[in-house]
């Protein structure tokens, strides 16, 4: 479904997998709503926005999430997209699980996530800057995963563990991950 909007909405669960899932959709855009769960969700890949397999610059801007929801938000498969000035507390794993490749995740505030701010995993190529992430987990912000290469870490403050081993252009040369720390 292309141009898909989720705009101000007020979504509640008692424990769910997804407040709000998309899959394969192009330039859709989750945005202002309110997502808050007051029992755990199930998997590891459970998330209070969920979008799947999106392209096409797809957004997730200015939500809240809060509560125990497996993660506060899921990018999985996605490319060109943006997350930008949600707030997550409270996630049991990580405020933001991104995988896919040339995604912007900027200016989002993410606090009381058991494992980190962020995980990055089969991920090349992302920006993750501006962010406020090291209220979290033993004060990890980012993880980046051993199927990650060339993403940009933009970290002030919190722990970055990087552990990417990816070969992103296929040349046969593992690609590191940038992390500026400052």
């Not at 859709?28 to 998997?43: E, R």
């Not at 999106?54 to 929801?69: C, H, I, K, L, T």
């Amino acid at each position: 479904m292309d141009g898909l909007r989720v705009i101000e909405n007020d979504v509640s669960s008692t424990g769910s997998n997804a407040g709000l899932f998309i899959r394969e959709a192009a330039d859709a855009q989750v945005v202002g709503n309110a997502i808050v769960t007051t029992a755990p969700s199930g998997f590891e890949t459970s998330a209070a926005i969920m979008i799947l397999e999106a392209r096409d610059a797809s957004q997730v801007r200015e939500n809240s999430v809060s509560g125990p929801w497996t993660n506060g938000i899921l990018l999985g498969g996605t490319a060109l997209g943006s997350v930008t000035g949600n707030s997550v507390e409270g996630a049991q794993l990580y405020g933001m699980r991104i995988s896919g490749d040339r995604n912007e995740i900027r200016d989002n505030r993410v606090s009381g996530a058991g494992q980190g701010g962020a995980l990055l995993i089969d991920a090349c190529h992302n920006r993750v800057v501006e962010n406020q992430l090291h209220a979290n987990g033993e004060g990890i912000s980012v993880v980046l995963d051993p199927s990650t290469g060339a993403n940009y870490v933009d970290q002030s403050r919190g722990m970055v563990v990087d552990t990417g081993d990816r070969d992103c252009d296929g040349d046969g040369l593992v690609d590191p991950n940038v992390i500026v720390e400052g």
